[in-house]
């Protein structure tokens, strides 16, 4: 949970600082948003998404596949410390790990 926590800050001091339009695309909004929409337990995690369900109670949950989001997201994989973005297989495996741990992007707290 404190690792997420950390990678969140991350995402919002990336979409802060900066412009998302001159970095590469390492991941795209509909890839975020079409493994979403590939399950039907968790709502959508981006508000141009035409699921309604409502998802499992004790959850806050949020848009965190929207375009401002991938757009902090690329900001973090394109960093030259981070240096991942043309490393397919490490996102992959990073988009899979966030997917398992937010509810495929729609959810950043996870009740107890």
Request: aromatic letters at 12%; charged letters at 15%; a negative charge.
């Amino acid at each position: 949970m404190i690792a997420w926590r950390r990678f969140v800050i991350l995402l919002l001091a990336a979409g802060a600082f900066g412009t998302a339009a001159t970095l590469p695309e390492c991941v795209s909004q509909s890839v975020l948003a079409c493994i979403n929409d590939h399950s039907q337990y968790w709502p959508k995690c981006s508000p141009g998404q035409s699921k309604s369900n409502a998802g499992p109670g004790g959850y806050e949950f949020g848009h965190y596949c929207s375009q401002e989001w991938t757009d902090a997201l690329n900001e973090v994989l394109s960093d030259l410390v981070i240096d991942k973005c043309g490393d397919h297989h490490k996102i992959q495996k990073f988009l899979a790990q966030i997917a398992y741990e937010t509810g495929y992007y729609s959810t950043v707290y996870q009740p107890a």
